[in-house]
């Protein structure tokens, strides 16, 4: 696609629910990132996948929270169990994987924990 | 002490103004420094990209890099109304690692 797509752009959900959001990376894009933006903390790193190669897990917060790439394309980040300080914009990022910085982001999703 | 600081703002400014933005950081290691602007409800979109210490120059933007401070600037001449957004900077060790980012300054240019 022409950019980094999300889905849902926002989602309202009850503590303790479970809930999957979906990032599609700008085709040919080998590195896929998750960022969380919480008011006035700014972007956290939360997880890097690299091709092929076994993803940085280290920015998750918690065990609550995983994150796979299907085919090196299409990535879902889940959060278990949700709580309220989980609410926070999700943002997926990609770039091409030629040692050149900065990236491409998607719009976010908007999660509320309520 | 964070890895990156930046002063959150908010910096109201009157159309015109030359605008100065500023990080610090605390990683010597850092080497890949940028600048993203972000728009309400939207994702952050690179705007200056520059590599270890030096300036560069894109239109009314010019961002500056000062390692032996573990200093960025971005400054933004003759401001306009559509440069109101949150401006964030962000540094990495190498290339394709991931970024690290300031809370961002929150800009507003006043017609």
């Known amino acids: 696609g022409a950019g980094v797509s999300q889905s849902p752009s926002n989602k309202v959900t009850e503590k303790g629910k479970d809930v999957e959001l979906r990032c599609d990376p700008i085709s040919g894009h080998t590195a896929l990132y998750w960022y969380r933006q919480s008011l006035g903390q700014g972007l956290e790193f939360l997880i890097y996948?690299?091709?092929?190669?076994?993803?940085?897990k280290s920015g998750l917060p918690s065990d609550r929270f995983s994150a796979e790439r299907t085919g090196g394309s299409v990535s879902t980040l889940t959060i278990q169990r949700t709580q309220q300080e989980d609410s926070a914009v999700y943002l997926c990022?990609?770039?091409?994987?030629?040692?050149?910085?900065?990236?491409?982001f998607g719009s976010g999703t908007r999660l509320t924990v309520v | 002490q964070k890895e990156v600081e930046q002063d959150p703002g908010p910096l109201s400014v009157p159309e015109g103004a030359i605008v100065s933005l500023n990080c610090t950081y605390s990683n010597s290691a850092f080497q890949y420094f940028m600048w993203y602007r972000q728009y309400s409800r939207k994702g952050p979109e690179l705007l200056m990209y520059t590599y270890s210490s030096g300036n560069k120059e894109d239109g009314r933007f010019t961002a500056q890099v000062d390692k032996s401070s573990k200093y960025i600037s971005l400054f933004i001449r003759d401001s306009q109304p559509s440069d109101s957004a949150t401006y964030l900077c962000a540094m990495s060790e190498a290339g394709n690692t991931p970024l690290v980012f300031g809370k961002g300054t929150r800009l507003s240019v006043i017609a």
């Open positions: 996948f690299q091709g092929n190669s076994a993803p940085d």
């Open positions: 990022a990609s770039s091409e994987d030629r040692g050149r910085p900065g990236y491409t």
